[in-house]
């Protein structure tokens, strides 16, 4: 009933950026938090951002990341300067969302968008 489509992934070089985004569509009642995640090969999933009531970001990414919301459009970004090979992984848009068939939220993720940072 709700899906969460990620673009904005691909090859970039050490220091370069990307900006991904993650847009939620729908029987979308109401968007709770909207959140970015990644796994690297052979990793747990991380937390890389959030955005709730307020932003958070993981040591490893701050200063360097960006997320910011759309709320009329459903949509999170997130803005990715001075990329470094560690950050090469498969990022994942999550968002907590209360649809029109169920009064609770529920957890809905994106498929994944391919990060690789590589000269």
């Known amino acids: 009933q709700v899906q969460l489509v990620e673009s904005g992934g691909g090859l970039v070089q050490p220091g370069g950026s990307l900006r991904l985004a993650c847009a939620a569509s729908g029987r979308i009642f109401r968007v709770n938090f909207m959140n970015w995640y990644r796994q690297a090969p052979g990793k747990e999933r991380e937390l890389v951002a959030a955005s709730g009531g307020t932003t958070d970001y993981a040591d490893s990414v701050k200063g360097r990341f960006t997320i910011s919301r759309d709320n009329a459009k459903n949509t999170v970004y997130l803005q990715m300067n001075s990329l470094k090979p560690e950050d090469t992984a498969v990022y994942y848009c999550?968002?907590?969302?209360?649809?029109?068939?169920?009064?609770?939220?529920?957890?809905?993720w994106g498929q994944g968008t391919q990060v690789t940072v590589s000269s």
């Open positions: 999550n968002a907590g969302v209360i649809d029109l068939s169920y009064y609770r939220a529920k957890d809905y």
